[in-house]
Nanobody, 124 residues
Framework: QVQLVESGGGLVQTGGSLRLSCAASGRTFSTYAVAWFRQAPTKEREFVAAIGRNAATSYYVDSVKGRFTISRDNAKNTVYLQMNSLKPEDTAVYYC?????????????????WGRGTQVTVSS
């Protein structure tokens, strides 16, 4: 079992930056792949980025490549999402998700554990 808690969301202007954190409980956190998803009003939950168990691999949706960076610190049981050059279309609730083992499925139903989310709002 893994419990996830997101933080770091807020209101930022277009072009600004935010760093989201996902703090996890559980001694086996390093055996889980972790992803960030986001969900805007009236839209389906969307995959944003994921990172492998030892941080050797990562994957990004095309719309955030070059702007967002996912990283993890297994000693702190924390995964980060550094978001730069933010755009109004990045506005959403951002969720942290985890699944045991490897693989980065893009469908949210294939991730086992979820946080409650943190709101990110980018003003134009």
């Amino acid at each position: 079992q893994v419990q996830l808690v997101e933080s770091g969301g807020g209101l930022v202007q277009t072009g600004g930056s935010l760093r989201l954190s996902c703090a996890a409980s559980g001694r086996t956190f390093s055996t889980y792949a972790v992803a960030w998803f986001r969900q805007a009003p009236t839209k389906e939950r969307e995959f944003v980025a994921a990172i492998g168990r030892n941080a050797a691999t990562s994957y990004y949706v095309d719309s955030v490549k070059g702007r967002f960076t996912i990283s993890r610190d297994n000693a702190k049981n924390t995964v980060y999402l550094q978001m730069n050059s933010l755009k109004p279309e990045d506005t959403a609730v951002y969720y942290c998700a985890a699944r045991p083992g490897g693989g980065f499925p893009l469908k949210y139903r294939e991730w086992n554990y979820w946080g409650r989310g943190t709101q990110v709002t980018v003003s134009s």
